[in-house]
């Protein structure tokens, strides 16, 4: 389970919470596979680069040359006068354009909840906290591969993402800070993690301390994200430092 404590604690701040409650509650609700420790470290770093930390649920609108480009863009199915600007980009993932809205409609009738309102017909209601997050739901179960959320493949995921590897640099910043919370450190705590992983102690998250912590994230599955928000005293963390020293243990011999 997802909660509003553990966006907190990942974002450093409480700006935004009833955001931050209204995306938990969705994701708890719709998507509770994707709750999941090391699914969790994954969507997340989209999430709050896309929304810069849930500040923004709807495009920010000039327009600007790109945006009145959304005017008759068939592949957007942005078909009538107003389109463009009607179905701009919104939720924290946005989704933009006339046929996207109505593809997202169609999928959460299908799969989410048939009682979900026509978004074709009220856009605005996708940056409201009574659906924000859904757009998000729908965009990550249809256009992100699954296979690479198990393989904890950041660069693969940003491109389905982002169609390229824009902001890459703050997407693996918030993959640090969330795995590190997700696993019951503070949010800059990658000294402590690397000491209870056994691997070389620099406070640097390079590719072998994010591996360390997809692969052990991946060992908490179905503990929630709560259970592993704790009070940093010592005997938690020494009890976490033995935990983290088997997984690794654990995944060395079968390597």
Same mark, same amino acid.
């Given at each position: 389970?997802?909660?509003?404590?553990?966006?907190?604690?990942?974002?450093?701040?409480?700006?935004?919470?009833?955001?931050?409650?209204?995306?938990?509650?969705?994701?708890?609700?719709?998507?509770?596979?994707?709750?999941?420790?090391?699914?969790?470290?994954?969507?997340?770093?989209?999430?709050?680069?896309?929304?810069?930390?849930?500040?923004?649920?709807?495009?920010?609108?000039?327009?600007?040359?790109?945006?009145?480009?959304?005017?008759?863009?068939?592949?957007?199915?942005?078909?009538?006068?107003?389109?463009?600007?009607?179905?701009?980009?919104?939720?924290?993932?946005?989704?933009? !354009?006339?046929?996207?809205?109505?593809? $997202?409609? @169609?999928?959460?009738? /299908?799969?989410?909840?048939?009682? &979900?309102? +026509?978004?074709?017909?009220?856009?605005?209601?996708?940056?409201?906290?009574?659906?924000?997050?859904?757009?998000?739901?729908?965009?990550?179960?249809?256009?992100?591969?699954?296979?690479?959320?198990?393989?904890?493949?950041?660069?693969?995921?940003?491109?389905?993402?982002?169609?390229?590897?824009?902001?890459?640099?703050?997407?693996?910043?918030?993959?640090?800070?969330?795995?590190?919370?997700?696993?019951?450190?503070?949010?800059?705590?990658?000294?402590?993690?690397?000491?209870?992983?056994?691997?070389?102690?620099?406070?640097?998250? !390079?590719?072998?301390?994010?591996?360390? $912590?997809? @692969?052990?994230?991946? /060992?908490?599955?179905?503990?929630? &994200?709560? +259970?592993?928000?704790?009070?940093?005293?010592?005997?938690?963390?020494?009890?976490?430092?033995?935990?983290?020293?088997?997984?690794?243990?654990?995944?060395?011999?079968?390597?």
């Amino acid at each position: 389970m997802l909660t509003t404590e553990t966006l907190i604690a990942i974002t450093g701040n409480e700006r935004y919470a009833d955001r931050k409650a209204a995306f938990a509650e969705r994701l708890n609700a719709y998507a509770p596979s994707q709750t999941a420790p090391h699914r969790l470290a994954q969507l997340l770093p989209q999430v709050l680069h896309e929304s810069m930390a849930f500040r923004h649920v709807r495009e920010i609108w000039g327009p600007t040359h790109a945006q009145l480009g959304y005017e008759g863009r068939a592949d957007l199915g942005n078909v009538r006068a107003g389109d463009g600007r009607r179905f701009m980009g919104r939720d924290l993932i946005q989704c933009t !354009g006339r046929g996207n809205y109505r593809g $997202l409609t @169609e999928w959460v009738h /299908a799969n989410l909840d048939p009682g &979900a309102p +026509d978004f074709e017909e009220m856009p605005e209601l996708l940056e409201q906290p009574e659906w924000l997050g859904v757009g998000v739901i729908w965009y990550w179960t249809t256009r992100v591969s699954a296979s690479d959320v198990e393989a904890g493949n950041i660069e693969m995921i940003t491109r389905q993402i982002n169609g390229g590897l824009n902001g890459f640099s703050d997407r693996l910043q918030w993959f640090d800070k969330s795995a590190l919370v997700l696993l019951g450190y503070g949010c800059d705590q990658v000294r402590a993690f690397q000491s209870a992983a056994g691997i070389a102690v620099d406070g640097l998250s !390079g590719p072998k301390t994010r591996a360390a $912590l997809h @692969e052990t994230l991946v /060992a908490l599955d179905g503990a929630t &994200a709560a +259970d592993r928000l704790r009070d940093q005293s010592s005997g938690d963390i020494d009890a976490l430092r033995t935990l983290v020293r088997g997984f690794m243990n654990d995944a060395a011999r079968l390597i």
